[in-house]
């Protein structure tokens, strides 16, 4: 007589079981209950799997939504300030600011902080370059534009730059020029030593901001002739020619 002992295997595996361990006797019932036990612990085994790759998921999806992104702001909101204080660093180093102390003139604080009367007069909007008061606030621009060749944002003809630094006083610091040198930058006078387009002598280049450069740049005694021009009160006193 034969049992089928198909009930001790699990439901959808019962089909390919009874092949081998549906019969009679102790030994074939032994032996389908030791492959029912097999099949019981592999599919504990998977399940354990599927349970432990299932943590690693949820850990994964936990740990980058709970660490992930507040990483990503910590790294940006570290950024973002070293990117401001950079920028305030910047921005204080070109727009310096100066209390006027007694004893103060233009020309002397231009050379103090390397840059030039006509810049501080155009910086501070100020109508008369002597005359300012104790206590007053000035904005001390960036003197980098005084390089060793000259201004490099000047352009065009020797009438053009100085049409470009003396401004409305343009038409009269041309004949100016004319005159002392007839326009020629290398033009030199052997007796007073007066040198470059606007005939400056070294005593009174050494007073301004540009001192130490080349006189016979144009942009450089360009510059250095509108400082003179500013700080005299916009006259041209200390030239033979007029205009």
């Known amino acids: 007589?034969?049992?089928c002992y198909s009930?001790?295997?699990?439901?959808?595996?019962r089909r390919a079981a009874h092949g081998f361990v549906c019969g009679g006797g102790s030994l074939r019932a032994a032996r389908l209950a030791e492959f029912a036990s097999e099949i019981r612990k592999k599919g504990l085994l998977l399940k354990e799997q599927q349970n432990i790759w299932k943590g690693f998921q949820f850990q994964g999806r936990y740990f980058a939504t709970k660490f992930g992104p507040g990483v990503l702001l910590a790294l940006l909101a570290v950024a973002f300030m070293a990117n401001m204080t950079a920028g305030k660093a910047h921005a204080a180093a070109l727009t310096r600011t100066y209390t006027v102390v007694s004893g103060d003139t233009l020309s002397a604080l231009a050379s103090e902080f390397g840059v030039s009367v006509s810049d501080l007069v155009s910086a501070n909007g100020i109508a008369n370059p002597n005359l300012i008061y104790v206590g007053q606030t000035l904005t001390i621009p960036d003197g980098s534009s005084h390089g060793s060749s000259g201004d490099s944002t000047l352009h065009g003809s020797y009438t053009d730059m100085i049409h470009q630094v003396f401004g409305p006083y343009g038409d009269q610091a041309v004949r100016v020029a004319?005159?002392?040198?007839?326009?020629?930058p290398n033009a030199y006078n052997g007796v007073l030593g007066a040198a470059g387009l606007f005939q400056i002598i070294p005593g009174t280049f050494a007073s301004t901001s540009y001192a130490g450069q080349n006189v016979y740049d144009p942009a450089t005694n360009i510059k250095a002739a509108h400082e003179i021009f500013a700080r005299d009160g916009y006259s041209w006193r200390e030239w033979a020619c007029q205009p």
């Open 178 to 184: 004319m005159c002392e040198s007839s326009m020629n």
């Open 1 to 3: 007589m034969y049992r």
């Open 7 to 13: 009930s001790a295997i699990p439901k959808g595996q």
